[in-house]
């Protein structure tokens, strides 16, 4: 079983996940001063391939935005998803249907159920972790 409040995700295990480059940001904002915008701008920096997910925006980075990760039509490994807790489930659903190696729930996101819902699809999931502070400690 896993803990409820604490990712148990090795160095070596992230640094393994922060191989992977294809990553849709679910939630990615247009605000540079929110960190769902500045962890994927980060992140598209140095090396990742980043594809924003947000209904309400057409482009973020000069990055086409996509309304659901459905949408999108190349493949994806990681879903990094930037939404309150509460709200992670039904994007959780949409991302499986794309067949990630990974989902990545930023710091201060956790769902129990969309965790094990995930993982019963083979997908590995983070939670509760952020892809720039894990990318900046074991770079």
């Known amino acids: 079983m896993y803990p409820v409040d604490q990712d148990t995700h090795t160095d070596d295990q992230i640094r393994k996940i922060l191989s992977l480059s294809k990553v849709a940001v679910i939630g990615m904002s247009k605000n540079p001063s929110k960190a769902a915008h ?4 980060y992140l598209s920096e140095n090396g990742f391939k980043i594809t924003p997910v ?12 996509y ?7 190349e493949s994806v490994e990681i879903v990094e998803i930037f939404r309150p807790s509460d709200d992670v489930l ?3 659903r949409d991302a499986i249907m794309k067949k990630p ?3 990545w729930l930023q ?5 129990l159920e969309a965790e094990e819902l995930a993982r019963q699809e083979g997908i590995d999931v983070v939670f509760n972790r952020c892809m720039l502070a ?6």
């Open 38 to 41: 500045y962890v994927p701008k």
């Open 90 to 92: 039904p994007f959780v």
């Open 67 to 73: 309304p659901s990760i459905s949408d999108i039509p």
């Open 54 to 65: 947000n209904p309400s925006i057409d482009k973020i980075l000069d990055k086409t935005c």
């Open 107 to 111: 710091e201060g996101i956790h769902n």
């Open 134 to 139: 894990e990318h900046q400690r074991l770079n």
């Open 101 to 103: 190696h990974v989902i």
